[in-house]
């Protein structure tokens, strides 16, 4: 009889290997990315609705757009930009129907509210150019996001192999993406290196959200060569760690990469110390193993761009010289966020007026990159209680229970994530949620476990 680590493998790879296919073949019609998407969307609707969500299958398929959604973006396939956050939403309000959700969520129900009180403020202070579907969908759609991934996570049981699925599916289409942009990115002695962002490196696509799918990636393949014993797997993880590491990299946008690197330490941190003896001395020698990779992809990253990429990571010029601002001017756009919520304490200045109010202190309309900021200048002291939402309610859940060694590093992509730029994609909206999972590993527990108050 098969055991189950052997099926999952087994499945890893026939996985992989379908999304190498869909990659290239994207590459090769690009006109089939939209009729792919949307048999991705129906088929997921399909067993969602068939399965009664039994299996968290509404959880997987919102994974994967979430997983996917820059990819899609990129090669067009979206029917609007925003499908992929309202394709999550979608998904994980079917999954309520089917399984309901904790009756412990109520912080998460008020966080919802409290974002609807800005749309009515800025049908106060919008101009006669602002346009309120638009801005107001933008900048909404990604809280609204994350609100029904908390509710639908919060105190939710899954299943050991169950959640190592759900990863799975967030993987899978960065890799599809991974394999696209081998192919259609030029070789980057060939391209104009960008230091603001190296669009030539990432298919001509926003090299921020390139950055941190790709950062995703890098944290998911790290932590599957901790966890996954099987040396067949973990070298073919290791070599696609190596492609999208460097892909993440010459993307010339730091933040991905950064957060990403930060994720795997946070992850360490309690994954290490629940080993024993006999486990840690192998989970050092795979530390030595990804921080090899990672030298590696550092030093062909920076042979391939001329030693660039150095210049970029320390904050300097294409001639060397230190830059004034670390931040690239995001400093200045929370600046004037910050100005905005002190100015509006009470009601803020309204969703999707950040970019308006910025047009008229400055000069520029450039839509916002801290979703922190954007929440005290848009939602005033509602943002304030938005945050204290978000902050204490997970790691209230995490000193309850401690069972989710992925929590802490879902927070801290989460957070660095949406203060490099803001919730421009569903990912850390998603991600999120994660953190807030019961995890239940049945074969180490089967019958005595702590019961969840709620379910």
Known sequence: MLNSNYINNHFYIRMLLLHFGYGFLIYLFPFLAKIILIGIIVSFLFIIVDRKNKGNEALMAAAYLAGGEVFFRQTSAVIF???GKYAVIIFLVIGMFFKGASSKTVPFWIYLLILFPGVVMVTFTMSYDFEFRKQVAFNLAGPVCLGVSALYCYYKKIKKEDFQRVLLMLLMPVISQAVYLL??????????????????????????QISTIMGLAVFLLSTRLFTIKNLKINIIDAVLLLMVGYRG?????????????LSVMAFLMFYYFKQNGKMIRSLNFKIIGVILIFTSVWMFSSLETGGLIGNRYTNR??????EEDITTGRAELIETELTAFYHHPITGIGVGKGKEYREEQLGIGIAS??????????????????LCILIFVPITFW?????????LAFVVFWFMTINHSAMRIALPAFVYGLALLYIVDEKKNPVHRKRLAGQ
């Not at 290196?193 to 926003?206: D, E, H, K, V």
């Not at 990299?249 to 690197?261: H, K, L, M, N, P």
């Not at 010029?317 to 230190?322: F, Y």
């Not at 000193?399 to 929590?407: Q, T």
């Open 81 to 83: 930009y925003e499908t």
């Open 183 to 208: 192919f259609y990115t030029p070789s980057l002695d060939e391209a104009m290196i960008s230091f603001s962002g190296n669009y030539a490196a990432t298919g001509g696509f926003g090299p921020n």
């Open 249 to 261: 990299v010459v993307s010339f946008s730091r933040g991905g990469i950064v957060t990403a690197i």
């Open 317 to 322: 010029n294409a001639m060397g010289q230190m």
């Open 369 to 386: 990159h801290n979703e922190l900021s954007r929440l005290l200048a848009e939602h005033g002291i509602l943002g304030v209680f938005a």
């Open 399 to 407: 000193f309850k229970f401690k069972n989710n060694y992925y929590f």
